[in-house]
């Protein structure tokens, strides 16, 4: 088998039923399921709670916050701070290189 080729499964592209049909489902319950944080927000006892509920709603609303992740430098020092997405494209860009790089190698019998 080819590396790289896709067997078995669900076309590219091809909708899940089954996930679209929980996601329908649990869609019914979203509006009850935001007012009870937004009651939570403003009434539960305890102010972890409270907090747990601001976040939840604050993540529909407006998406979670970027995750940042700090670079440093030779001496240990902050260089510069990059997204979670930005990070994780310069892996895959390290790891692009290398597999080029290894295909490149000529192999010895």
Known sequence: MAKGIKTGG???GTPNKSTDEIKAL???HGP?????LVWLAENADNQAT?????KEILDRGYG???QQTQ????????K???SNLELARWVA???NKGLKTAEEKPTSH
Do not use: D, F
């Not at 009850?32 to 009870?36: D, G």
């Not at 409270?50 to 601001?54: G, M, P």
């Open 26 to 28: 649990a869609q019914q």
């Open 64 to 66: 979670k916050p970027i």
């Open 32 to 36: 009850k399921a935001l007012e009870r």
């Open 50 to 54: 409270q907090l747990s509920a601001c």
């Open 93 to 95: 860009h390290l790891l």
């Open 10 to 12: 669900r076309v590219k």
């Open 80 to 82: 510069e701070e990059i």
């Open 71 to 78: 670079s440093l430098n030779a001496e240990g020092e902050v």
